[in-house]
């Protein structure tokens, strides 16, 4: 596993088949230890995604349960409420040019969803020591003065840097951030708030 973390700045894309499978195909053992798609990921509406390593899995948008199996032509079957989608996979570099493939009607792209130790704990905001955000192991936080706090859910694309999300009821925040000296800066990617930055000092909890 602790390879496979390695590897996280990898997307995956999966292409929707045309037509909804009832049964076709027999699948491979499990449980899927040590595959690549076992994880939480996040699709680009920012839904989370996470595939357990015994078959299980939960999509956190309605906190729908499912099962998946990998089929032995090398396919993703996933099962919600009885009913069956067939998906291929493709596991490529984040960047890379991906175009819509022909046999398809859909391609969505997930993203690894990564919540690095350096930034779990508590933040204080360098102009105003009262406001703080915190930022926990299983990708919750909140943030605010005092105990006017303000819930969300939280994760990054990949483990470089780069992007930071918060996400806020249905609304999510993307910022770019980085972290020197155990000072976590963050930078507005919202539109027509790109001028937005803050900084906060780590505090020991």
């Known amino acids: 596993m602790k390879n496979f973390k390695k590897i996280l700045i990898f997307c995956v894309v999966i292409i929707i088949a045309l037509v909804v499978l009832t049964g076709c195909g027999e699948s491979t053992d499990y449980p899927y230890e ?60 984040a960047g890379t040019h991906r175009r819509r493939p022909p046999n398809s009607n859909m391609v969505s792209v997930f993203h690894p969803m990564l919540l690095p130790e350096y930034l779990h704990g508590t933040w204080v905001w360098d102009e105003d020591p009262t406001y703080t955000i915190v930022f926990d192991a299983v990708g919750r936080g909140n943030r605010g003065f005092g105990d006017d706090r303000e819930q969300f859910r939280w994760l990054i694309d990949d483990d470089g840097g780069r992007n930071l999300f918060i996400l806020i009821g249905l609304t999510y925040e993307p910022w770019f951030y980085r972290v020197e000296d155990n000072v976590l800066t963050i930078s507005s990617r919202m539109r027509n708030r790109t001028h937005i930055q803050f900084s906060y000092i780590r505090i020991e909890d």
């Open 34 to 93: 040590g595959h690549a798609l076992v994880g939480a990921w996040r699709s680009d509406g920012f839904t989370q995604y996470t595939f357990n390593a015994d078959g299980t899995g939960v999509r956190a948008f309605g906190n729908r349960e499912f099962t998946w199996r990998i089929l032995r032509n090398g396919n993703l079957r996933v099962t919600i409420d009885g009913a069956h989608s067939e998906y291929v996979l493709t596991f490529q570099e």
